[in-house]
């Protein structure tokens, strides 16, 4: 089976870094993702490492250690709109995308 | 290019009344999962089908869920007699592989309410 542990709150203030934690206990790992979801909407895609290190993608940066079984989001000059829950995952053997309950990142002006 | 739609985006129902959900993945896309979202709580992986197949149907109720994708037309997750328990958000997502490497792909969800 699978399971990912991930902060459930993080607050921040406009313009600051904060750093969203993974987790994870795995059989099988191919690699982490991490999704964004507003109030009411759809998850959406941010970004995937499946070896070591870091992923940049403009204001988002996602780290992996694959030794440690651990990630972490990196969310750069926050805006008020980066208020969302944000999930890490994982595909094991199975394919079948496996997600921690979410952290809600609350953006303070 | 349209996404991942789905329909009804809201539907009511009372308890013992039957659910049909429709998700219609991505062009191109032969790969479909549903996963079932209470509040508060993050997404749980139902089932995930193939064209007239379904693959892994571990996280799905054995009793009133079923769950196909035939080969013309969206992917449908049925609920029959629904109870109150079954009042959540249901996402699917779709994906051109198997591998989530490049991200799948959610609709805008289907909120069920049973009342």
């Known amino acids: 089976g699978q399971s990912l542990e991930q902060p459930s709150e993080v607050t921040a203030v406009e313009g600051a870094i904060v750093q969203i934690n993974c987790t994870y206990q795995t059989s099988g790992f191919y690699g982490l993702s991490w999704y964004q979801q507003h109030d009411g909407g759809a998850p959406t895609f941010l970004s995937y490492?499946?070896?070591?290190g870091l992923e940049e993608t403009g204001r988002f940066s996602s780290f992996l250690s694959r030794s440690d079984s651990y990630g972490y989001l990196l969310l750069q000059e926050l805006q008020m709109k980066d208020s969302a829950s944000y999930f890490c995952g994982t595909s094991g053997g199975s394919y079948i995308p496996t997600f921690g309950r979410g952290t809600s990142l609350i953006v303070h002006p | 290019n349209a996404g991942v739609m789905q329909n009804p985006r809201h539907l009511v129902r009372r308890r013992g009344q039957e659910a049909r959900l429709r998700c219609s993945p991505m062009?191109?896309?032969?790969?479909v999962y549903w996963y079932r979202q209470l509040p508060e709580e993050g997404l749980k992986f139902m089932v995930y089908?193939?064209?007239?197949?379904?693959?892994?149907e571990s996280g799905m109720p054995k009793e009133r869920f079923s769950a196909e994708f035939p080969k013309e037309g969206p992917s449908i997750l049925r609920i029959q007699q629904v109870v109150r328990g079954d009042s959540a958000a249901y996402f699917c997502?779709?994906?051109?592989?198997?591998?989530?490497?490049?991200?799948?792909?959610f609709g805008s969800g289907t909120r069920l309410t049973v009342v």
């Open positions: 089908l193939q064209k007239e197949n379904i693959i892994d």
């Open positions: 997502a779709s994906s051109d592989r198997a591998r989530g490497d490049y991200g799948y792909t």
């Open positions: 490492n499946a070896l070591d």
């Open positions: 062009k191109g896309h032969s790969h």
